[in-house]
C-alpha cells in the first residue's frame, strides 16, 4: 500500500500560482502512476492530469481545462508529485486529490482506477 498527504493548497488571486505537493509513504514511490483530481462545489470529482514514470521513461497528460496551465513533476527521490498551477482561473477552485495506482490495465483518467487516495487540498481562486 501508499500513503498519500498533500499540501500547499490556498487562496489566490486569478492569475495567480499555486504548487500542491503530494507526498508518498510505503511501497517504492517508482512503483506508482499518480493522479491529480479536483471537486468543485456541487460537481463530480473530475480528471486533472496524471504522470507515470517507468524505467523506459515517463508519460504525463492533461485535462484540456487545464493543459498549458499546469504542470506535472516526479521527484522519486523524495517520494513526492508536485502540481504547479499557473494562470489560475476562478473557475479552478476546487478540492484537490492526488491518487495512487499501480501500473497496467485501465485507464489513467478514471478516477475509479485509482485505489489510493490524499485527503485533499483546498484551492480557491478569487475574481
Known amino acids: 500500500q501508499v500513503q498519500l498527504v498533500e499540501s500547499g493548497g490556498g487562496l489566490v488571486q486569478a492569475g495567480g500560482s499555486l504548487r500542491l505537493s503530494c507526498a508518498a509513504s510505503?511501497?517504492?514511490?517508482?512503483?506508482?502512476?499518480i493522479g491529480w483530481f479536483r471537486q468543485g462545489p456541487g460537481q463530480e470529482r473530475e480528471f486533472v492530469a496524471y504522470n507515470s514514470w517507468t524505467w523506459r521513461g515517463g508519460n504525463t497528460d492533461y485535462a484540456d481545462s487545464v493543459k498549458g496551465r499546469f504542470t506535472v513533476s516526479r521527484d522519486n527521490a523524495k517520494n513526492t508529485v508536485y502540481l504547479q498551477m499557473n494562470s489560475l482561473k476562478p473557475e479552478d477552485t476546487a478540492v484537490y486529490y492526488c491518487?495512487?495506482?499501480?501500473?497496467?490495465?485501465?485507464?489513467?483518467?478514471?478516477?475509479?482506477?485509482?485505489?489510493?487516495w490524499g485527503q485533499g487540498a483546498q484551492v480557491t481562486v478569487s475574481s
Open positions: 491518487a495512487a495506482r499501480t501500473y497496467g490495465s485501465g485507464s489513467y483518467y478514471s478516477r475509479n482506477e485509482y485505489p489510493y
Open positions: 510505503g511501497r517504492p514511490f517508482s512503483s506508482y502512476a
